[in-house]
Nanobody
Framework: QVQLVESGGGLVQAGGSLRLSCTASGRSFSKYHMGWFRQLPGKEREFVASIGWSVGSGGATDYADSVKGRFTISRDDAKKMVYLQMNSLKPEDTAVYYC??????????????????WGQGTQVTVSS
């Protein structure tokens, strides 16, 4: 069982940066595959980035094309934290951002339905 709490959202101007944090509780955090998703009202949850468990996958990362080169996902297993560094933010990055966790044998890390555990979300608003 994993509980996730996101923080770090807020209002920022276009071109600015934010760092989102996801604090996890529970056992065996280091073995979980972690992801960040985002969602706008009335739209489906969208994949942003994911990171594999450090031992099995070497912490392999993956990104949505829309954020490649601007966002960076990382994890600190000792602190049970996952981060999403967001640079060069655009108004279209505005959304509620969610942290998610699942078994390391996850089949499709880009699909929200693959994840069992979710945080409550944090709002990111980018003004033009």
């Amino acid at each position: 069982q994993v509980q996730l709490v996101e923080s770090g959202g807020g209002l920022v101007q276009a071109g600015g940066s934010l760092r989102l944090s996801c604090t996890a509780s529970g056992r065996s955090f280091s073995k979980y595959h972690m992801g960040w998703f985002r969602q706008l009202p009335g739209k489906e949850r969208e994949f942003v980035a994911s990171i594999g468990w450090s031992v099995g996958s070497g912490g392999a990362t993956d990104y949505a094309d829309s954020v490649k080169g601007r966002f960076t996902i990382s994890r600190d297993d000792a602190k049970k934290m996952v981060y999403l560094q967001m640079n060069s933010l655009k108004p279209e990055d505005t959304a509620v951002y969610y942290c998610a966790a699942d078994d390391p044998a996850i089949v499709d890390a880009m699909a929200p339905q693959s994840y069992e555990y979710w945080g409550q979300g944090t709002q990111v608003t980018v003004s033009s």
